[in-house]
């Protein structure tokens, strides 16, 4: 693709980025193939393709409008296209620089403004996220059905750590910020699972939010500021020997294996931020070579994988956890037009919801045509935005290699019906 950025954008690191990115483009169109919002709505500038015009247009000067943005908030930022391209297009990376420009540009309406102001202002910070979750499932008689689906809680079994094997390696185990109080299976099976593989867990209360959120959502510098923080509660525990991070949300895996990028220009922060970056480890990529008993019960149940974008996409993990799983004996079902996304995408469920509900709607269809038992998944967002859609019981894929019957510790203790 041919390029006229100004020669004022083009002194910068970030106009070389943009600049580059562009003429890598050979405007062939596979990326419309694997799109899930071209596809839905057919429309070539809610295409990857569209949108790199796009912001072509905007860098090389033209006026920035309500409609670039638009069509730039509707990408789920799912990386399927760069999956997809045979030209190698860092999609992503410029649909960062894309956002960020328009964001400096384009006055968004009040109530947008007010929507994801109020999003920073509550669902990075742990402690007030689950004061509020708190509060909402006291009042959930008061709410709307459809809100009430959204507070269902994927309890802990309460199964006993494993005893009788010491540890002979240690890794920091990322809490993150909803996850805790969304699903606290989830942490508690993978101490519980890695234990008997040999791998302590270290958690710490200094660590925040890995800061994806602030970063899609036009605050970049808070973004870096919460990866800061991370990278000095971590530290320690890294130059003491930690030889992972290990992340269970695929999607703040992703933003953490960032942190050398985003931080690739402060002095102070680049060499480390490098090094945090190499340690991050999506839970598949320690079990694949730890020594686990086979399933005894695996092929007693159908179960139907859910691959997050972030971590087929992104992580580039594709088909790890689904072989993993098969080879310890658990029957999988085989799940059409896999690489499209749920439609949860962070907050997109929140900003995008008629698109959400239309991909959740589809991706649930695929999962489901098998009727399977239940729906396993490598990622937080994805796992609460299809639980709130289905009856099957929707959790992280760890969970199964720790539960005897994933079935028994199904979610409230208060019971399912009273979250539905």
Same mark, same amino acid.
């Given at each position: 693709?041919?390029? =006229? ?33 071209? =596809? ?6 809610d295409s990857p393709r569209g949108r790199i015009y796009l912001i072509k247009s905007m860098l090389e000067g033209e006026p920035a409008t309500r409609r670039t943005q638009l069509h730039l908030d509707r ?14 297009v860092e999609y992503t990376r410029l649909l960062a620089i894309g956002r960020r420009w328009a964001a400096e540009r384009i006055r968004r309406p009040l109530p947008q403004v007010l929507t994801r102001a109020l999003l920073r202002a509550v669902v990075p910070h ?22 009430? =689906? ?34 606290? @299976? ?5 101490? $519980?699972?890695?234990?008997? @593989? ?23 510098? $808070? ?32 933003? #953490? ?10 002095? @102070? ?51 790890? #956890? ?5 080879? =310890? ?15 949860? @995408? ?59 019957? #994933? ?5 409230? $203790? ?7």
């Amino acid at each position: 693709m041919q390029t =006229r950025l100004p020669a004022s954008l083009l002194h910068s690191a970030e106009g070389q980025r943009a600049d580059a990115i562009l003429r890598r483009c050979v405007h062939c169109g596979f990326c419309t193939a694997t799109c899930p919002t071209y =596809r839905l709505l057919g429309d070539e500038l809610d295409s990857p393709r569209g949108r790199i015009y796009l912001i072509k247009s905007m860098l090389e000067g033209e006026p920035a409008t309500r409609r670039t943005q638009l069509h730039l908030d509707r990408c789920l930022h799912c990386a399927a296209c760069e999956t997809t391209c045979p030209s190698g297009v860092e999609y992503t990376r410029l649909l960062a620089i894309g956002r960020r420009w328009a964001a400096e540009r384009i006055r968004r309406p009040l109530p947008q403004v007010l929507t994801r102001a109020l999003l920073r202002a509550v669902v990075p910070h742990r402690r007030r996220f689950a004061r509020l979750l708190r509060l909402a499932r006291r009042m959930r008689f008061l709410l709307p059905p459809s809100l009430r =689906r959204q507070l269902h809680v994927r309890m802990d079994s309460g199964a006993p750590m494993p005893a009788g094997r010491k540890a002979k390696r240690k890794v920091i185990l990322m809490q993150g910020c909803v996850q805790k109080s969304l699903s606290p @299976a989830t942490e508690a099976a993978t101490r $519980r699972v890695l234990a008997r @593989a040999g791998i302590a867990c270290v958690t710490l209360g200094a660590e925040n939010c890995c800061g994806a959120l602030n970063h899609h959502l036009d605050a970049e510098q $808070r973004a870096l500021d919460e990866a800061r923080r991370n990278i000095d509660a971590w530290w320690p525990q890294l130059e003491a020997g930690a030889e992972a991070i290990v992340v269970t949300a695929s999607a703040c895996g992703l933003m #953490v294996k960032d942190y050398g990028e985003l931080l690739a220009g402060d002095p @102070a922060y680049a060499e480390k931020a490098r090094r945090v970056s190499a340690a991050v480890r999506d839970p598949i990529e320690l079990l694949e070579d730890c020594e686990l008993p086979p399933a005894t019960d695996g092929a007693e149940r159908l179960i139907a994988f859910h691959p997050p974008c972030t971590l087929q996409h992104g992580l580039r993990l594709d088909r790890r #956890v689904e072989d993993f799983l098969r080879a =310890r004996g658990f029957r999988l079902v085989d799940v059409r037009d896999r690489h499209l996304c749920c439609g949860s @995408a962070g907050t997109y469920a929140i900003l995008q919801p008629a698109l959400s509900r239309r991909l959740r709607a589809d991706k649930l269809d695929k999962l489901t045509r098998e009727q399977p038992d239940c729906i396993v998944t490598a990622n937080i967002g994805c796992q609460h935005h299809l639980q709130a859609a289905t009856e099957l019981p929707v959790f992280h894929w760890i969970e199964l290699l720790d539960a005897p019957d #994933v079935r028994g510790s199904w979610l409230e $203790r208060e019971g399912r019906s009273e979250t539905r």
